[in-house]
């Protein structure tokens, strides 16, 4: 069975905070995939924030995150970290990991497999 099981959500971090987001898998071949994580914040559609590939450990980084969030992998344990710091109240969200094939893409439609979100809450 196919898992991908986004944590360190929950709490509630004040602004200027950090907070690392963790993104463990299971159920497929982990170092064949990008990992990517997308946010989805109250009335606002989903958005891609970061994704790592799998092949070379390229990154990317939306323009709202850079600078701030670093992603990385640890293929030995099948999991995914996400470092946020310098926190906003505009990057409260349920924060989401999923998995593509190779490159990083973050095409909500072509993603193969999605976890369940973890809560980010970021006060003023």
């Known amino acids: 069975e196919v898992q991908l099981q986004a944590s360190g959500g929950g709490g509630l971090v004040q602004a200027g905070g950090s907070l690392r987001l963790s993104c463990a898998a299971s159920?497929?071949?982990?170092?064949?995939?990008?990992i990517g994580w997308f946010r989805q914040a109250p009335g606002k559609e989903r958005e891609g924030v970061s994704c790592?590939?799998?092949?070379?450990?390229?990154?990317y980084y939306a323009d709202s995150v850079k600078g701030r969030f670093t992603i990385s992998r640890d293929n030995a344990k099948n999991t995914v970290y996400l470092q946020m710091n310098s926190l906003k109240p505009e990057d409260t969200a349920v924060y989401y990991c999923?998995?593509?094939?190779?490159?990083?893409?973050?095409?909500?439609?072509?993603?193969?497999?999605w976890g369940k979100g973890t809560l980010v809450t970021v006060s003023s």
């Open positions: 159920g497929f071949t982990f170092d064949h995939y990008a």
């Open positions: 999923a998995a593509e094939v190779e490159v990083c893409t973050l095409y909500y439609y072509g993603m193969d497999y």
């Open positions: 790592i590939s799998s092949s070379d450990g390229s990154t």
